[in-house]
Nanobody, 123 residues
Framework: QLQLVESGGALVQPGGSLRLSCVASGRTFIDYAMGWFRQPPGKEREFVAAISRTGGVTNITESVKGRFTISRDTAKNTVHLQMNNLKPEDTAVYYC????????????????WGQGTQVTVSS
Protein backbone atom coordinates (compact mmCIF):
# COMPACT_ATOMS: atom_id res chain seq x y z
CA GLN A 1 0.00 0.00 0.00
CA LEU A 2 1.27 3.44 -0.92
CA GLN A 3 0.91 6.09 1.79
CA LEU A 4 0.83 9.80 0.93
CA VAL A 5 1.23 12.60 3.46
CA GLU A 6 0.75 16.22 2.45
CA SER A 7 2.04 19.33 4.18
CA GLY A 8 2.47 23.03 3.56
CA GLY A 9 -1.11 24.28 3.58
CA ALA A 10 -1.68 27.63 5.27
CA LEU A 11 -3.56 30.92 5.30
CA VAL A 12 -2.00 33.30 2.77
CA GLN A 13 -2.89 36.70 1.37
CA PRO A 14 -3.87 37.16 -2.27
CA GLY A 15 -0.76 37.40 -4.43
CA GLY A 16 1.23 35.28 -2.03
CA SER A 17 2.97 31.95 -2.58
CA LEU A 18 2.91 28.52 -0.99
CA ARG A 19 4.75 25.29 -1.60
CA LEU A 20 2.89 22.08 -0.88
CA SER A 21 4.77 18.84 -0.34
CA CYS A 22 3.67 15.21 -0.43
CA VAL A 23 5.87 12.43 0.89
CA ALA A 24 5.23 8.91 -0.39
CA SER A 25 6.10 5.69 1.41
CA GLY A 26 5.32 2.01 1.31
CA ARG A 27 5.92 1.40 -2.38
CA THR A 28 8.54 2.31 -4.99
CA PHE A 29 8.08 6.04 -5.66
CA ILE A 30 9.22 6.00 -9.28
CA ASP A 31 6.61 3.38 -10.14
CA TYR A 32 3.93 6.09 -9.86
CA ALA A 33 2.91 9.20 -11.65
CA MET A 34 1.95 11.84 -9.07
CA GLY A 35 -0.60 14.58 -8.99
CA TRP A 36 -2.48 17.22 -7.06
CA PHE A 37 -6.22 17.74 -6.84
CA ARG A 38 -8.20 20.29 -4.88
CA GLN A 39 -11.69 20.55 -3.44
CA PRO A 40 -13.00 24.09 -2.96
CA PRO A 41 -15.68 24.66 -0.30
CA GLY A 42 -19.01 23.24 -1.44
CA LYS A 43 -17.61 21.94 -4.72
CA GLU A 44 -16.35 18.66 -6.13
CA ARG A 45 -12.72 17.65 -6.18
CA GLU A 46 -10.90 18.83 -9.31
CA PHE A 47 -7.61 18.04 -11.02
CA VAL A 48 -4.79 20.57 -10.64
CA ALA A 49 -1.52 19.09 -11.86
CA ALA A 50 0.26 15.82 -12.60
CA ILE A 51 3.81 14.69 -13.26
CA SER A 52 5.11 11.53 -14.89
CA ARG A 53 7.13 8.85 -13.13
CA THR A 54 10.42 10.26 -14.38
CA GLY A 55 9.38 13.88 -13.98
CA GLY A 56 9.85 14.58 -17.67
CA VAL A 57 6.19 15.27 -18.45
CA THR A 58 3.77 17.50 -16.59
CA ASN A 59 0.12 18.38 -17.06
CA ILE A 60 -1.31 21.54 -15.49
CA THR A 61 -4.96 22.51 -15.53
CA GLU A 62 -5.65 25.68 -17.48
CA SER A 63 -6.95 27.74 -14.57
CA VAL A 64 -3.60 27.63 -12.76
CA LYS A 65 -1.21 27.44 -15.70
CA GLY A 66 1.55 30.02 -15.37
CA ARG A 67 1.03 30.25 -11.59
CA PHE A 68 1.44 26.66 -10.35
CA THR A 69 4.25 24.20 -11.08
CA ILE A 70 4.62 20.57 -10.10
CA SER A 71 7.94 18.83 -9.47
CA ARG A 72 9.23 15.67 -7.87
CA ASP A 73 12.33 14.76 -5.90
CA THR A 74 13.01 11.07 -6.35
CA ALA A 75 15.74 11.01 -3.70
CA LYS A 76 13.22 12.23 -1.10
CA ASN A 77 10.12 10.42 -2.44
CA THR A 78 8.44 13.80 -2.54
CA VAL A 79 6.26 15.72 -4.96
CA HIS A 80 5.81 19.47 -4.69
CA LEU A 81 3.24 21.95 -5.86
CA GLN A 82 4.62 25.48 -6.06
CA MET A 83 1.76 27.97 -6.06
CA ASN A 84 2.44 31.61 -6.91
CA ASN A 85 0.19 34.65 -7.26
CA LEU A 86 -2.50 32.92 -5.25
CA LYS A 87 -6.10 34.05 -5.63
CA PRO A 88 -9.11 33.65 -3.31
CA GLU A 89 -10.56 31.11 -5.74
CA ASP A 90 -7.54 28.87 -5.05
CA THR A 91 -8.93 28.29 -1.55
CA ALA A 92 -9.45 24.54 -1.17
CA VAL A 93 -8.30 21.36 0.45
CA TYR A 94 -5.41 20.12 -1.68
CA TYR A 95 -4.92 16.38 -2.11
CA CYS A 96 -1.90 14.45 -3.28
CA UNK A 97 -2.57 11.53 -5.63
CA UNK A 98 -0.59 8.67 -7.14
CA UNK A 99 -1.40 6.44 -10.10
CA UNK A 100 0.30 4.27 -12.68
CA UNK A 101 0.31 7.00 -15.33
CA UNK A 102 -0.69 10.64 -15.86
CA UNK A 103 -3.98 9.69 -17.56
CA UNK A 104 -4.84 7.43 -14.63
CA UNK A 105 -3.99 10.16 -12.14
CA UNK A 106 -6.12 12.71 -14.01
CA UNK A 107 -9.03 10.25 -14.22
CA UNK A 108 -8.89 9.94 -10.43
CA UNK A 109 -10.58 6.57 -10.08
CA UNK A 110 -7.44 4.43 -9.66
CA UNK A 111 -5.46 6.68 -7.39
CA UNK A 112 -3.95 6.47 -3.99
CA TRP A 113 -4.84 9.60 -2.00
CA GLY A 114 -3.40 11.61 0.82
CA GLN A 115 -5.50 13.09 3.61
CA GLY A 116 -5.40 16.65 2.28
CA THR A 117 -3.99 19.99 3.39
CA GLN A 118 -5.98 23.22 3.68
CA VAL A 119 -5.01 26.26 1.63
CA THR A 120 -6.89 29.48 2.37
CA VAL A 121 -6.29 32.62 0.34
CA SER A 122 -7.77 35.64 2.05
CA SER A 123 -6.88 39.15 3.14
Amino acid sequence: QLQLVESGGALVQPGGSLRLSCVASGRTFIDYAMGWFRQPPGKEREFVAAISRTGGVTNITESVKGRFTISRDTAKNTVHLQMNNLKPEDTAVYYCAAGISIPVVIDGRGNYWGQGTQVTVSS
